[in-house]
């Protein structure tokens, strides 16, 4: 599919629409133009916590993760990013160093822009800067909503919360039942709830000794989503869309400044 094509948005601007998808087709080629496209292979770093700013990376095909690490070493999963997102616009227009890793979950291609032409090109496009600030605007409020919300709950609902997200935004329905379609291990799942491994992995055997999930190395299938959502439905007393679980999902698109 053209990029034009698969990136000419629509729906409400929110967290979740990537940049690409709210850019009109001139401004959103005349960007990608500026860029040079390259492959990372899966679990390969396309930017690292604390390095200088040298370039922005406009993701065209492929899923990756935003984690941060604590100086005790806790790393805490941030966001997915995937086709149509911007990584590493923060730290290019502040000069800043980078606030977070992101790492391929898979392969990845991406149009990497050097940051000076990254610099001018926001510069002389108020139409473009008025995007960006939009997207850091959405990004910043569902980072409050989720800090706020999961501050309310335990960790049983918020790993509730976070697999019926996945299955929204990354399901794929097999015959066993609904696979999550992004390889996360059992740490990144516990970074992006905030809680300990070892208080994931007991989750998970609860949940698969109950027939509600089935894992494998990398691997997750829900097999009885209703449950989750009555185990998350405590922590959202309004009613909900069955079809897509709670309203309030703990997964922004992107929640840090990279």
Not at 49 to 75: D, R
Not at 95 to 124: D, K, M, N
Not at 233 to 258: H, I, K, N, Q, Y
Request: hydrophobic letters at 45%; a positive charge.
């Amino acid at each position: 599919m053209p990029v034009a094509a698969a990136w000419s948005g629509g729906g409400g601007l929110d967290d979740r629409v990537p940049f690409l998808a709210r850019l009109e087709s001139e401004d959103r080629a005349a960007l990608l133009d500026l860029g040079r496209e390259l492959s990372f292979p899966a679990r390969s770093a396309l930017v690292h916590q604390h390095e200088p700013s040298s370039h922005v990376l406009l993701i065209l095909h492929g899923w990756t993760k935003v984690t941060a690490s604590a100086e005790n070493g806790y790393e805490a999963l941030l966001a997915l990013r995937g086709p149509g997102d911007i990584v590493g616009e923060s730290a290019a227009l502040t000069g800043r160093p980078r606030s977070a890793t992101v790492t391929a979950l898979a392969p990845v291609r991406a149009s990497v822009i050097e940051r000076g032409s990254f610099r001018e090109f926001v510069a002389h496009s108020p139409t473009v800067s008025l995007k960006l600030l939009g997207l850091t605007s959405d990004r910043t409020r569902a980072a409050d909503q989720r800090r706020l919300e999961f501050a309310s709950m335990s960790v049983r609902e918020r790993f509730a919360v976070l697999l019926l997200d996945l299955l929204h935004t990354h399901g794929r329905r097999t015959e066993a039942g609904i696979e999550i379609d992004v390889p996360l291990s059992k740490q990144e799942l516990a970074g992006a709830v905030g809680a300990s491994r070892e208080m994931v992995q007991r989750l998970l055997k609860d949940l698969r000794a109950r027939g509600i999930v089935i894992t494998g190395r990398r691997t997750l299938v829900i097999v009885r989503p209703g449950v989750l959502r009555r185990i998350a439905s405590s922590a959202f007393p309004e009613p909900c869309d069955p079809r897509v679980g709670p309203a309030a999902p703990p997964f922004p698109r992107g929640t840090s400044a990279l």
